[in-house]
C-alpha cells in the first residue's frame, strides 16, 4: 500500500475551509463589518485560500497539514513555487517549524510569512484550530452586539453551520466538475448570515457525520499501514471511490443509506429529532466492521443499490452494515432489524446481514419478543453472518 499525506482531498478542504473561515472573521473586524458583501473568500483557487476585495487579492494563504514537518526542508519547495500576491502572503502549519530563523531569502523568494494564530504563536495543530474559530465566532458576535454572544452553544452552533455549508459545496463542486474547475467560495456577508441567524440542526448534524465518515476511512487505511495489512492498488481505488460515492450522497440519502448501516437502531428514528447521532453513526463500528468488510472482500464487488442500500449479490443478497453488537444484545439487534421500516430489505431480497459477531435466523432470535406475522421477512428467514464468514463466503 502506497504512502499517503497527512490529508486527502477531502479532508483537505474541510481543514482549509477552517483556516479561511479564521481568516474571514479577522477581515470582518477589521473592516468594521462594512461593505462585506465586496469581500470573498475562496479555496483553491490561488494557493488553498485567496480573500479578495473586488477584483484585489488582499491575501493568500498555503495550508500545510504536515503531522510530523517541523524543519524548512519540508515547506521550501511550496516557498518556491508560491502563488504570492502583491497583498500579504501566508504559510499555515499545524506544527511548530523549529528553524524558520535560518530560511534564506533564496528559500522564501516571495517573503512568505507564518501566520500569526495568536499574538506568540505561528502554528496552530488540528484539535486547536476548532477551539480557535469558536473564539473568533464569540469575539465577532460581541462585536455586533449579539444576544448569543456569550453562548457557547450558539457559537459552536454556527461554526457547523458553516462546515455543513462548505461541505455541501465541495459535494457538488465534486460531484458535477473535474478538480480544475473547482470554486469553493463564500462572500463575507455570507459568513455573517449564518453566524446570526439559527443553525439547520438536521443538515449540520449530516454533514458532521459525512466529514467524520471519511475521516474515519483515512485513519483506518493509515491503520492498515501502520499494522501491514497489505490491499491492492486497484482494490484500494476501489474502496476509495466507494467511500467518494457515499460522501457525494444527498442529504436524504445519507440519511437513508445510514439507517441500512445501522439497522438495529434507526427504527422510527429521524436525524433532525435527535440530539446526539450515536444512532445513525459509530466510527469505530464504521471503521472496524464496515470498512473492513470492504477491504476484505476483494473477489464480489459491493452495490450501492438505489445509491443507499450496500449489497453484495451472489446467488444470495448480502447486506453490509457497521452493526457490532454483542451476543448478550442479538435479541435487541433482531427485534430493532425486523420493526425497521426504513430497511426495505424485502425489495432488495437480502438473505444475510454482515455484522461483527452475531450468527443466527433473526426470527428465532425475537421471536419470544415479536410474534411471526406471515410477512416476507419472516418467510425469508432473514440471517445475521458474521464479517469473518461472509468474508470466507464471498472471497
Not at 500500500?1 to 479561511?20: C, D, L, P, V
Not at 465534486?174 to 448570515?193: P, R, S
Request: with cysteine; charged share 25%.
Amino acid at each position: 500500500m502506497s504512502s499517503r499525506n497527512a490529508t486527502a482531498s477531502w479532508s483537505g478542504y474541510a481543514h482549509q475551509g477552517k483556516i479561511g473561515l479564521l481568516v474571514a472573521l479577522r477581515q470582518m473586524k477589521s473592516v468594521n463589518f462594512q461593505n462585506l458583501g465586496q469581500y470573498r473568500l475562496e479555496l483553491e483557487t490561488r494557493e488553498d485560500v485567496k480573500l479578495a476585495h473586488g477584483t484585489t487579492i488582499l491575501e493568500v494563504h498555503q495550508v500545510k497539514a504536515y503531522a510530523s514537518k517541523s524543519t524548512i526542508g519540508s515547506y521550501t519547495s511550496a516557498l518556491a513555487a508560491f502563488e504570492a500576491c502583491p497583498g500579504a502572503n501566508y504559510l499555515h502549519t499545524i506544527c511548530e517549524i523549529t528553524n524558520w530563523a535560518d530560511l534564506t531569502p533564496a528559500q522564501n523568494p516571495y517573503n512568505v510569512l507564518r501566520y500569526p494564530y495568536r499574538a506568540t504563536q505561528s502554528f496552530c495543530s488540528l484539535n486547536d484550530i476548532d477551539n480557535l474559530i469558536v473564539d473568533e465566532i464569540k469575539t465577532v458576535l460581541t462585536s455586533l452586539n449579539h444576544a448569543e454572544a456569550a453562548n457557547a452553544g450558539w457559537c459552536l452552533g454556527c461554526f457547523q453551520e458553516y462546515l455543513a455549508l462548505l461541505d455541501e459545496r465541495i459535494r457538488i463542486e465534486h460531484a458535477t466538475k473535474d478538480q480544475a474547475d473547482y470554486n469553493v467560495g463564500f462572500t463575507l456577508d455570507e459568513i455573517q448570515a449564518f453566524i446570526v441567524t439559527p443553525s439547520a440542526k438536521r443538515h449540520a448534524k449530516i454533514c458532521a457525520i459525512r466529514r467524520e465518515l471519511y475521516r474515519e476511512y483515512l485513519n483506518f487505511i493509515n491503520l492498515l499501514d501502520d499494522n501491514g495489512i497489505t490491499i491492492t492498488k486497484e482494490h484500494e481505488t476501489t474502496v476509495s471511490d466507494l467511500i467518494r460515492q457515499i460522501c457525494l450522497l444527498n442529504d436524504n440519502q445519507l440519511e437513508s443509506f445510514l439507517c441500512k448501516l445501522f439497522p438495529a437502531t434507526t427504527h422510527g428514528k429521524s436525524l433532525g429529532n435527535c440530539e446526539l447521532t450515536h444512532d445513525f453513526f459509530v466510527p469505530d463500528d464504521f471503521s472496524s466492521t464496515f470498512l473492513l468488510t470492504v477491504i476484505q472482500i476483494h473477489t464480489v464487488p459491493l452495490i450501492l443499490e438505489d445509491d443507499t442500500f450496500p449489497h453484495y449479490k451472489t446467488e444470495k443478497n448480502f447486506l453490509a452494515t457497521a452493526l457490532a453488537k454483542r451476543e448478550i444484545k442479538k435479541g435487541e439487534a433482531a427485534i430493532g432489524i425486523l420493526t425497521n421500516d426504513k430497511l426495505n430489505v424485502e425489495r432488495y431480497e437480502t438473505d444475510y446481514i454482515i455484522n461483527e459477531h452475531l450468527s443466527g435466523k433473526l426470527c428465532e432470535i425475537a421471536n419470544k419478543q415479536i410474534p411471526r406475522t406471515g410477512t416476507f421477512m419472516d418467510e425469508k428467514e432473514l440471517e445475521f453472518i458474521t464479517r469473518e464468514d461472509a468474508v470466507n463466503k464471498l472471497n
